[in-house]
């Protein structure tokens, strides 16, 4: 069973490399339920598995489905593993960036999820060394993270000055109808 499952993850991975996701979802999909059968949820190897299914969820927009796995699996690798493990430091990693790369995210979300990979990142550094390819990465998310959050909060304001000004043009055109309607009803009162 476990040759199996590993050669479903290899065909998995290689339909991802073909740009073929379709047909890597279901293998991966299988690949940690596989591990989960034969070794249940708190095993590394279906810790693995599920930041892996969680990271190609989130490479491909299924942002609801890595989120539900990692809201139940995060708090095991932190557990099991502990909180300052690499495994659970990556798993940080794709939490975070199941918020930031939703383009449907709040500002406050993206702000949790800013806080989330500077708490990671420093946790890695203090752990690995800030050269750690853990370390790096989750700067690199980091980086990545503060882009959109920088992105959205202009947005944000320009929106917010758009409805302004729109609601200042709006309340010109009503004065200027009232003028208008006065001096319409000046002029035919003096006729």
């Keep these: 069973m476990k040759t199996a499952i590993i050669l479903q993850g290899n065909i998995a991975n290689s339909y991802e490399d073909l ?4 047909e890597a979802l279901p293998l991966r999909r299988d690949v940690y339920s596989g591990w989960l059968r034969l070794y249940g949820e708190e095993h590394e190897e279906t810790l693995r598995e599920a930041n892996n299914y969680a990271r190609f969820l989130v490479d491909h927009k299924r942002f609801e489905e890595a989120k539900a796995l990692l809201r139940k699996m995060m708090p095991v690798a932190q557990r099991v593993l502990g909180c300052n493990d690499r495994l ?3 798993m940080k990693r794709v939490d975070a960036a199941v918020v930031y790369k939703d383009d449907g995210a709040t500002l406050d979300d993206l702000r949790e999820a800013v806080t989330r990979l500077e708490d990671a990142e420093r946790t890695a550094r203090r ?3 800030g050269a750690h390819p853990v370390a790096t990465a989750i700067g690199c998310d980091l980086r990545e993270a503060r882009a959109a959050l920088r992105t959205r909060e202009t947005q944000d304001l320009a929106q917010d ?6 609601a200042a043009l709006a309340q010109e055109r009503a004065e200027l109808a009232q003028t208008l309607a006065d001096a319409a009803r000046q002029s035919s009162g003096s006729a």
């Design 127 to 129: 752990v690995f060394g």
């Design 19 to 22: 740009g073929r996701p379709e």
């Design 88 to 90: 659970t430091l990556t």
């Design 161 to 166: 000055a758009f409805r302004t000004a729109r």
